[in-house]
C-alpha cells in the first residue's frame, strides 16, 4: 500500500498584497525621468534637490492623496505632486476588502546640464600666380580652405 501525500494549499506570505507599478521600480523611475518638467521658477533660481512625499492609493490602484513631507519649492512641490497625481497601480485582490494604501517617494530634481553650441567660422582664399608666359592661358588657382570651431558652454 502507498501513502500517497497531499499538498496543502499554501497561504500567501502577507494577508493583504500591497499595490505594485506595471514594470517593477525601474519602470517607476523611467516614468518619472520622461514626465518630469523642471519648473521655469525653480530653474530661473537653479533650484536643486529632492521632494520627499508620501501619497495614498485607493483598492482600484489610483493616487488619491499626496502629502508633502519634505519641500524644495513651491514650484518643485507642485511639480511632484502633479507627477505622483499620474501613477497607476497594480493592486491584488484585497478579500472584500476596500483597502488605502500609504507609499513614500523621492522625486529628484537636478539641474539639467548645459549643452555645448558650436559656433563655426568658414574661410576660403583663393590665390592666384601668373608670369609673363602664362598671361595667354588660364593662370592656376590654389584655393585654400579653413574651418573654426569655437565650443562654448
Not at 507599478?21 to 519648473?39: D, E, V
Not at 537653479?46 to 493616487?63: A, C, L, P, Q, S
Not at 519649492?73 to 485582490?93: G, M, N, T, Y
Request: net charge positive.
Amino acid at each position: 500500500m502507498k501513502l500517497v501525500r497531499l499538498k496543502k494549499e499554501r497561504k500567501e506570505k502577507h494577508f493583504i498584497q500591497k499595490p505594485t507599478y506595471p514594470g517593477g521600480q525601474n519602470a517607476l523611475k523611467k516614468f518619472i525621468t520622461s514626465q518630469l518638467k523642471y519648473p521655469k521658477e525653480a530653474l530661473k533660481d537653479k533650484t536643486e534637490g529632492t521632494v520627499f512625499m508620501r501619497y495614498d492609493i485607493n483598492y482600484k490602484g489610483e493616487v488619491v492623496d499626496t502629502h508633502i513631507l519634505s519641500s524644495l519649492s513651491k514650484a518643485c512641490d507642485a511639480e511632484a505632486d502633479r507627477l505622483v497625481r499620474l501613477l497607476k497601480f497594480e493592486v491584488p485582490k484585497t478579500r472584500k476588502m476596500k483597502v488605502l494604501f500609504h507609499k513614500k517617494i523621492q522625486i529628484h530634481f537636478k539641474l539639467p546640464k548645459p549643452k555645448k553650441t558650436t559656433t563655426s567660422y568658414q574661410y576660403t582664399t583663393t590665390s592666384t600666380t601668373t608670369s609673363k608666359k602664362e598671361k595667354s592661358e588660364i593662370a592656376p588657382q590654389t584655393t585654400y580652405s579653413y574651418t573654426i570651431k569655437i565650443n562654448k558652454q
